[in-house]
């Protein structure tokens, strides 16, 4: 089954730009487009897509405002933010209304690709940039990067052993978009971009062994 994605960015050109990136793989579907934050909705809501591929900065309302809706509107969606912004006032709104990646538009086609499938199955992908954004916010100066709570340590742990985020939420009993915050937290406590590299910098540095990784 191919990956329903929707494009929502206010610029025609833009989305068909994007819309070339995935027409011609047969691991895609995109099947519908949004200029703006309620036609977003809208699309999403009739639609009922996999992925939406979402800019932040459009007319009539706040991408993290969208993502907060879809939240509430159609929860088995996942957000992957694609924007030129990576700063604080862009980045956090997101990640704390609970888009599933943050990545900026001159990621490479390959890449987005690779991170929309990323965000299907509900991994958390993140341009190095935006890690850099969070990392002041999720430790103190004093503290040791791979210092991560008790919490972190589950999910990693867990995520070590091949859970998807939806499984991890049901372990625990947490939801998918707290699942989501903790690992943008180890991403950036352990300085890393994504799942597979957090759980192979967690076993380098010893945070993971035999009993909690296997």
């Known amino acids: 089954m191919p990956i329903r994605m929707i494009i ?3 610029h025609p050109v833009v989305r068909d730009g994007l819309r070339g990136i995935f027409t011609g793989d047969d691991s895609f579907e995109v099947v519908g487009e949004a200029a703006d934050g309620p036609e977003a909705l809208a699309v999403a809501m009739r639609t009922s897509p996999d992925v939406v591929l979402l800019d932040l900065r459009m007319p009539k309302m706040s991408g993290a405002e969208v993502i907060r809706r ?3 509107q159609a929860p088995g969606v996942n957000v992957l933010v694609l924007t030129t912004f990576d700063d604080d006032a862009d980045v956090l709104p997101a990640i704390e209304q609970g888009a599933t990646g943050y990545l900026l538009k001159d990621t490479p086609r390959a890449d987005l690709r690779q991170a929309v499938r990323a965000a ?3 991994e958390t992908v993140l341009s190095p940039s935006v890690a850099g954004v969070l990392a002041p916010k999720v430790r103190a100066p004093e503290q040791r990067t791979q210092t991560l709570s008790r919490r972190e340590m589950e999910v990693l742990g867990l995520v070590a052993r091949g859970a998807t985020n939806r499984e991890v939420a049901a372990k625990l009993f947490i939801t998918e978009a707290t699942v989501k915050t903790h690992l943008l937290h180890v991403f950036a406590k352990l300085e890393v971009n994504d799942r597979a590299a ?16 296997a």
């Open 8 to 10: 929502v960015d206010d």
């Open 120 to 122: 299907a199955r509900g």
């Open 198 to 213: 957090a759980v192979a910098t967690a076993y380098e540095t010893g945070l993971l062994g035999p009993a909690t990784g």
């Open 70 to 72: 879809l939240r509430e």
